[in-house]
């Protein structure tokens, strides 16, 4: 068997469980002597609520001094005080109606309930109770009584597949009290008919058609639970057993000579299990065992091989304790067990597919290493595969490029591929943050010195344009370059000179600029803070990086990307990301972008012990104070908020358009200036 199985399986286990259990509750007021019913009935209400968790059961019945009330029979657990069972009783006046014209009543949750229950809630709801199932029963076509199961601690479902069987159970409970009544009204007349009173035994026919009619019902009940019943009497040499039970083991009728019941049943035990049975069989006979329950295979005349479950149970034993008289179920499990086999061959394929799909896994990640060995840009999305032809397009010329895209989102990346692919390839490309630098030493940086430029030159430093000769120079956030910077920065661009600072000697240069920000510059020219005539000289190029929200698709190959980057740095092997760890990763919105995810995995991998990625919680890696660099990136994030809020609906009464207080025209506008898609991006990213 399988150690753990789906919840469908845990499902199917659970109702089989639960057949098991009301059949063999049924077969035990089989022939149940009335003495004994109702301690019978309380062992079968404890039983029932811990198989099912159920907290209280109540077995509730009419009385011919009070026929319009129902009275508490029966308990679990054993009420404290039957005067106050019965008040709280006449309070459920619409519960009772219910119940006594043959109504069920299920109630998973006192909540909102139908008004006109609502009396009987508000009792039901100070008593504590949670949840509540009622299931009337009755003899001879009339109500009798009803089984109540209430929970006390939670509330529960109902479905309809426990309804039938414990509907089945009440029935039994029903037809072995109206025996213990009829039993009862038999013995009180008998004395009468001694002394030959002449008495009105109409109530003892009543209560002996009734009998009558439970008996039927009650064979109705084993027969629906498809039970087969038998019994076997040692001492006096006897088998009994019911049509069920022939029709179940393919006994013909016992018209046929020389067929005995227990010899038939024996001889068509399958070989494999005859020795099985034979050994519980002879322990329950000696008293070794109480009640044995066992599954075996059996060669049915003209069904062939099918699967019986069996329980049994000894009624009589001698005072040395072995077992003159015995009786016992059995019920048909072929389906069951074909059921089972099926499962655990689905089982076996999907190991075998998951052996197979780790292989191909390992195959396609050892590809996707080869394919991305000379690339430093990965991915598959549209986004970045137009991202990735228009540097295969610009790289082998001499063009400035300005890369836009929000911070993080890998601006620096398409920078190295326009320089791996250019004609300057083979020389190192030179890096500047423009944001990271003092405003007053960028000049130094971007230009170099001569010693004794001002205080502190000690020596005489090349800058970076001098470095890059020949090469690429790439300059990170350029919006945050000073006014002065720009101008001599838009000289450089036009006629590749500058001077060093303290040096009035003019170097010339052959350097490629690239160029990259998050800032919208347009939106910065109108402001004053940044040169028109240097954004029309960077801008002859531009190439927007898409954010990572933009191309989710891409997100598990960047996760193994950087998975197998850190296992290599950390000395770790793990070799498995769980589904939901991914899907949460595609879900989540990055405002860090790449760098966030980057950092999410890095730390996901120190924290991992195992062979499988531990994925801490995604809120825990984002500052929950964390607010946008720039005025456009939290104009951005504000109209996508309103999206989200609206649906992704500019237009209408409730569109973002009205929550921002904007024509649907402008908001449009906006929308493409700040490179938001007119649709929600899908889980995929597309």
């Not at 039994?172 to 025996?179: E, I, S, T, Y």
């Not at 390992?362 to 080869?370: G, N, P, S, T, W």
């Not at 996508?640 to 992704?648: I, P, Q």
Request: aromatic share 6%; glycine share 6%.
């Amino acid at each position: 068997m399988v150690d753990h199985l789906p919840p469908s399986a845990e499902n199917l286990c659970n109702r089989l469980d639960l057949e098991t259990l009301i059949s063999d509750l049924a077969s035990r007021f089989i022939n149940l002597s009335p003495g004994e019913v109702d301690r019978q009935i309380e062992s079968t209400l404890r039983l029932v609520c811990e198989f099912l968790g159920i907290d209280v059961a109540v077995v509730l019945q009419r009385t011919a001094s009070a026929p319009d009330v129902l009275m508490a029979t029966h308990a679990y657990p054993a009420r404290e005080d039957p005067a106050r069972a019965r008040a709280l009783q006449e309070h459920y006046r619409w519960s009772a109606q219910q119940l006594l014209a043959g109504r069920t009543i299920a109630l998973a949750s006192l909540d909102d309930p139908p008004p006109e229950t609502a009396v009987d809630v508000e009792v039901a709801r100070l008593a504590g109770i949670k949840s509540s199932l009622c299931l009337p029963f009755s003899v001879g076509g009339a109500p009798v009584g009803a089984l109540v199961f209430n929970t006390v601690q939670t509330e529960r479902d109902w479905p309809e597949v426990l309804v039938k069987r414990l509907r089945v159970l009440a029935q039994v409970f029903a037809d072995a009290l109206a025996r213990k009544r009829a039993d009862e009204a038999l013995r009180k007349t008998e004395p009468h008919c001694l002394v030959g009173v002449s008495i009105d035994i109409t109530e003892r026919k009543r209560d002996e058609d009734a009998l009558r009619v439970s008996q039927v019902r009650l064979a109705q009940g084993a027969d629906l639970a498809g039970l087969g019943f038998y019994e076997v009497d040692l001492a006096g040499q006897s088998v009994y057993v019911d049509d069920r039970f022939r029709a179940l083991v393919g006994l013909p009728p016992d018209r046929e000579a020389g067929l005995q019941p227990l010899e038939f049943w024996m001889a068509h035990l399958h070989p494999d299990d005859r020795q099985r049975v034979m050994d519980v069989r002879e322990q329950l006979h000696a008293g070794n065992v109480e009640k044995p329950t066992i599954e075996y295979r059996y060669c049915h005349p003209t069904h062939g091989t099918i699967w019986l479950l069996h329980t049994s149970r000894v009624t009589v034993r001698e005072p040395a304790g072995r077992a003159t008289k015995n009786v016992g179920v059995i019920r048909d499990i072929t389906t069951r067990k074909q059921a089972e086999e099926s499962l655990r061959q689905s089982y076996a394929e999907i190991e075998k597919l998951k052996d197979r799909l780790q292989a191909e896994s390992d195959y396609l990640k050892a590809e996707i290493r080869v394919a991305r060995a000379n690339s430093e840009l990965a991915g598959e999305s549209a986004a970045i595969q137009k991202v990735l032809r228009l540097v295969e397009q610009v790289a082998p010329t001499g063009s400035s490029v300005l890369v836009r895209g929000e911070t993080g989102s890998g601006k620096e990346l398409v920078a190295q591929a326009i320089h791996r692919l250019s004609p300057r390839g083979n020389r190192l490309m030179v890096k500047v943050n423009c944001a990271a630098l003092p405003s007053g030493l960028v000049d130094n940086e971007l230009f170099g010195r001569e010693k004794g430029a001002f205080t502190g030159a000690l020596t005489r430093q090349a800058g970076r344009f001098e470095v890059a000769d020949g090469s690429t120079l790439f300059l990170d956030e350029i919006g945050e370059l000073s006014l002065d910077l720009q101008a001599k920065l838009l000289r450089v661009l036009e006629s590749g000179e500058f001077e060093r600072l303290g040096s009035s000697r003019t170097i010339k240069v052959d350097a490629r600029l690239v160029a990259a920000t998050n800032r919208d510059l347009s939106e910065a020219i109108k402001q004053g803070r940044f040169r028109e005539d240097l954004y029309y000289r960077l801008n002859v190029f531009p190439i927007r990086m898409p954010s990572l929200r933009d191309r989710r698709e891409d997100i598990p190959l960047l996760v193994w990307t950087f998975l197998d980057e850190f296992c290599l740095r950390m000395g770790k092997k793990i070799t498995q990301i769980p589904r939901q760890a991914m899907e949460a990763l595609q879900r989540h919105s990055w405002p860090g972008n790449v760098r966030e995810l980057r950092n999410q995995i890095e730390r996901a991998v120190i924290l991992t012990t195992g062979d499988t990625l531990r994925l801490p919680t995604l809120d825990d890696a984002t500052p929950a104070t964390a607010s946008p660099q720039t005025l456009a990136d939290a104009e951005r994030e504000h109209i996508l908020r309103a999206l989200e809020r609206a649906g992704w609906h500019v237009k209408g009464s409730t569109g973002a358009a009205t929550q921002l207080g904007l024509p649907p025209g402008t908001l449009y506008g906006r929308m493409r200036r700040l490179g938001i898609p007119l649709h929600p991006p899908t889980a995929n990213g597309s």
